[in-house]
Each structure stands twice: as C-alpha cells, then as structure tokens.
C-alpha cells in the first residue's frame, strides 16, 4: 500500500470514528431524555395556588414561586408560603405576584400587583417600598438586571422603570401620543438585554421597542399588515 493509499485509509477510519462518536451521542441524549421523569407539585403539598406566574432558584438552592396567592418557596422537602398580612408591613405588599428576579447579588426581588418588593432574608421578611414613588403602587408585570447592574422594572399602567441599586438614579419612560419616539405603549410586559447592551421592551398593544439609553428614546417595531 502506497503512502497516498494508507493516508486515504487513515482519512477514511478517522471519518468513521467521528460518525460513530456523533451516532453514540445522540443514542445517549435520546435515552437520557427518555428517562427524565417528572414530579408535579400541587396544592396538596402546600403550594398556594396552582396559577404560578414566575420561577426563579436563588443562590442557597431554594426555589421560589410567584403565585396568584402569594409567594412560596420550596427546599426540595417542604413549601413555606409568604402572604400579605394588612397588619404586617414586613409582609409583601400584595398577594398577586407576577414576576421575581434574583439579581447578581443574591437579592430576591418580587413584582406584586401592588408595588415591588425585596426579600431580607435576615429577617426572613420583605421591604415594600425599596424605592418609593410610584413603584409602591405600581402592578408590576416583569423584573429585570441589566449587565450593568441597574434594574428595570415593567409595570402594566407605569410603563417602563430604570433603578439604580442604590435608589439615586430612578427613571420613567412613559408613553407620549405626541412623540413616535416614546415608549409605544405603558403596559410592559417583557424586557430583555442583548448582547451588544441594548434593552428590548415588549408591550402590551404597542409591539416592540428597543431603548437608546443615552437618548431616553425608544425604535419601534410594530406589525405593518
């Protein structure tokens, strides 16, 4: 056998190998995901309600739970339900949660439909009013950190909120009907940050908008029929 033959054979084996290295991962992916099995956890281990809104693990290992009826928090054993309590103001502001984000801290935070709130785990209670203003009020719909570390906060009549951590630098973006270069729409539902750093901002009714931080202004992106 020439020097071009065996070169050709070797080619040839090291091909082969390759498929079947690719053949024997994807039989082990395929049964692996035959073998994933389920658990359902419901109300009768002690969840608050079966209408969960948001899911989120933070740094101890614990998951938590946005609920329609509260916020709940599971160890893996056993569910542990935050309420509202009008006669607690270290309880959460509202029972009705939407969003939760566990920011690059380790902090929990808690989009409720009656402000945000943010989790002390010291004291194993909640802080209603972080920031003040509007936010206390607000019925909040998503939660976010940017790459940056500020906050920005979607609310259903609000519109659009950016925090700094430290509350010395709170902003709006709110819909203007005489600007096109506004946020489209005040009801925020979804947000989420790029690789390049631009915020996109999803809207309830005004399709999407992507923010000039330095500007304060938004592009749309809305369906043109």
Do not use: C
């Amino acid at each position: 056998m020439n020097a071009r033959s065996r070169a050709g054979l070797r080619a040839g084996l090291a091909l082969v190998a390759v498929l079947f290295s690719s053949y024997s991962a994807a039989l082990t992916l395929e049964s692996a995901a035959r073998n994933i099995r389920f658990a359902n956890l419901s109300t009768e281990d002690g969840l608050s309600s079966e209408f969960v809104n948001d899911v989120v693990q933070d740094g101890r290992g614990y998951i938590w739970f946005a609920t329609q009826s509260g916020l709940n928090r599971y160890d893996g054993h056993e569910v542990k339900v935050y309420e509202h309590r009008p006669d607690d103001p270290r309880s959460l502001s509202d029972n009705f949660l939407r969003a939760l984000m566990v920011d690059s801290d380790g902090e929990l935070w808690v989009g409720s439909g009656r402000g945000l709130n943010r989790y002390d785990p010291t004291t194993d209670s909640f802080d209603r009013t972080p920031f003040g203003g509007q936010l206390a009020f607000a019925r909040i719909r998503d939660v976010m950190e940017d790459s940056n570390g500020r906050i920005w906060v979607g609310t259903v009549a609000t519109g659009l909120v950016g925090i700094e951590r430290d509350g010395s630098d709170i902003r709006y973006y709110r819909n203007d009907p005489e600007r096109s270069d506004s946020l489209p729409d005040d009801r925020v539902i979804a947000m989420a940050e790029d690789r390049r750093g631009y915020l996109w901002v999803g809207t309830d009714g005004g399709g999407l908008a992507r923010l000039n931080r330095d500007s304060g202004s938004f592009t749309r992106f809305v369906h043109d029929p």
